[in-house]
């Protein structure tokens, strides 16, 4: 396979005794990445077919080649999962859907490949698409959004303090050509003590204009929505969030579906709690799946992991 997209699957070990239960079928693997889950999954569980979904075509190829081995039971599309229900009527009609996987976030090969500019630590284009057939790039968000906007992305999907002066300063210098010139920026902005503290200071920024140009958070609230209805009874839906507001959005979604949501916090301001909704999942991880210090150490990328799972039941 190719090399460089050689991946280490986080929770690769948890991910397939989640999945060990589920009917026979087809489990759709959101973000097939390398193929990593996907090939442990494949060798656990011999009754089970693969519908892998990449937008990126590196990863795509990669993935093909990494479960060539297991033949037709493995199938990989270029597409986004916020367009899951189409791609899996278009790819598999009749099949059940006993699974749904989402390893969210970027790959470790798609940051440490230099070009792609998802990186802080190398000089390359302002790109960070995952999709290279996407127009939306890093370039066009930091040269054309206006300060506000800029501000408010970084703000809020990077939840970095400066926001507003990072926004200010590269209103700027614009325009900006490299991912050297975007670090540049950053740490002009930043106050030379709090740029000493919590890692490399462009991290939070970098973070809020990928998941800016990828559209991560809508797309996850998309996809994931969908997943509910793809997947049939005993069926089960995981997710791996590296990001507290990716983790939010997942643990709302299924305390909804499980019914849990509404009746605690009605119960905690002490309302009549309203009929529970009918629940259609079951919620497996009252708490998240954490990695063990063991796999943090051997890969790094593991430490903010978050996965949570749910059964269908209905
Ligand atoms: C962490 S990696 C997945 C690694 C994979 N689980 C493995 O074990 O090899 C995340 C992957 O999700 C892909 N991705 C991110 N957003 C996506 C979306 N909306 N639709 C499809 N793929 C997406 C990225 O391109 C990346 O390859």
Redesign the pocket.
Known sequence: MTEEFI?N?VLGREVVELLTEVPAGTVVD????????AGLLLAARPDIQILG????EV?VQAAREALAPFGQRAQIVH????RITEIVKTEIAEREIVGVLF?????SP?LDRADRGFSYWADAPLDMR?DSQQELTAATVVNTYDEAELAEVISSNGEERFASRIAGEIVKRRPLQTTGDLVEAIKAAIPAPARRRGGHPARRSFQAIRMEV?R?LP?LEA?LGESVHLVSTSGRILVLAYHSLEDRIVKKRFAEWSGSSPTRTYVRKGLPAPDAPTASVRLLTRRPIRASEAEVTRNPRSQSVRLRCVERIA
């Open positions: 991946h699957p959101a973000t097939a990445g390398g193929g990593g889950h979904i990449d937008r990126d990863a597409g986004g999962f916020e390893d969210l976030g970027v790959s798609q995952m990828n991560e797309n996809g």
